[in-house]
């Protein structure tokens, strides 16, 4: 399958300052997405999921750079792009919406201005721009109207709908979309997903979801990656995660989920905690939290294996080969 985005072995560091070692955030995140095809990344706050999206997009935050890794969007490797061709890229091959749609729009420009001023293609005169805008506002769902207004005249669920029309207004091959519904209620909420999943066809769109919610994932999307503690633990297609996970972290997140309770039971939580990045446990990130934990657990990373077309990184599933 025609891969639009391809993470390799991407690593990211939190940087060095005067006291303290270089820490390492992200240890090397593998994935694919191919073409057409949605993945989620789903895991606990601090996993590292939205740094890896923003790694991506090549939007890192001063203190952080990556220190090794590719990440080839539609074949073209963007960490080694310069500033120019980064700004055509982003837009062009990958747009982004985030979680508060608010803190990214424009509070003194109307929304049709913010969605005009994203258009890349220069060939376009001012009035198929703005046409272009319209169109794409009728596509998420509002109406020409929402092109005069300003962003404080919009509900949650609108400005979202704003963000999404501002990321495909120059149809692009892949949106990443971190935690987009996290913060609307449940009801529009619902709205947005059945939204993107009507624009993943009509836009022939690849999709990265993120969120920490495994089961809104595998309703909508194909594949689901499991991230913990800045490394994927678990790869595979969301209907057979969720009925056989096989990491113990993956299984945990699914027993956890509130669907899975007995009425009458109290809320099920995963024992421990995400590990804290400036001390990480010794061999297997998830050791002091697995129920299944081994003595080689504590000592070794363990190793990437493929088994029946799944993803794992766990000693269960096979042992290092001696050498
Ligand atoms: N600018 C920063 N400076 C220092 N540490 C950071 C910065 N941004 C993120 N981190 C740390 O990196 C880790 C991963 O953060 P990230 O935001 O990617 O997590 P996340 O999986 O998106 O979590 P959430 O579900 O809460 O959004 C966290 O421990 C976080 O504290
Ligand atoms: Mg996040």
Redesign the pocket.
């Given at each position: 399958m025609e891969k639009v985005l391809e993470v390799r072995e991407l690593k990211v560091d939190?940087k060095r300052d005067e006291h303290r070692r270089e820490i390492e955030?992200?240890k090397g995140v593998e994935f694919s997405i191919g073409k057409k095809e949605s993945l989620a990344l789903v895991?606990?706050?601090?996993?590292?999921?939205?740094?890896?999206?923003?790694a991506i997009m090549r939007l890192l935050?001063?203190?952080?750079s990556v220190k090794k890794g590719e990440v080839l969007l539609c074949g073209m490797n963007i960490l080694k792009m310069s500033q120019k061709e980064l700004r055509d890229v982003r837009g062009l091959k990958a747009g982004m919406i985030f979680?508060e749609p608010s803190s990214y729009l424009n509070p003194v420009f109307t929304v049709g201005n913010q969605i005009y001023e994203a258009i890349k293609d220069t060939s376009l005169s001012v009035k198929e721009k703005k046409k272009r805008c319209i169109d794409v506002l009728k596509d998420v769902g509002l109406t020409e109207e929402i092109y005069y207004r300003y962003p404080h005249q919009l509900s949650g669920g609108q400005q979202q709908r704003v963000m999404i029309a501002m990321a495909l207004v120059n149809n692009p091959s892949l949106l990443i979309a971190?935690?987009p519904t996290t913060a609307l209620d449940v009801t529009t909420a619902a709205g947005i997903i059945e939204l993107l999943k009507v624009l993943m066809e009509r836009y022939g769109l690849s999709l990265l979801f993120?969120t920490?919610d495994i089961s809104l994932a595998s309703n909508f999307v194909d594949k689901i990656a499991v991230?913990y503690a800045?490394r994927i633990v678990e790869i595979a297609n969301a209907k057979i995660i969720m009925d056989t996970p096989l990491h113990p972290y993956t299984e945990k997140l699914i027993a956890c989920l509130p669907e899975k309770y007995n009425p009458g039971e109290n809320i099920k939580t995963i024992e421990g905690s995400?590990p804290?990045?400036h001390s990480p446990p010794s061999g297997c990130p998830f050791h002091p939290r697995c129920p299944y934990v081994m003595n080689i657990c504590r000592k070794s990373e363990p190793p990437v294996i493929m088994k029946d077309g799944v993803i794992v990184r766990c000693f269960r599933y096979g042992m290092p080969v001696e050498t």
């Open positions: 939190l955030i992200l895991g606990e706050s601090g996993s590292g999921k939205t740094l890896t999206a923003m935050p001063e203190n952080i979680q971190d935690e993120i920490h991230m800045g995400v804290d990045f």
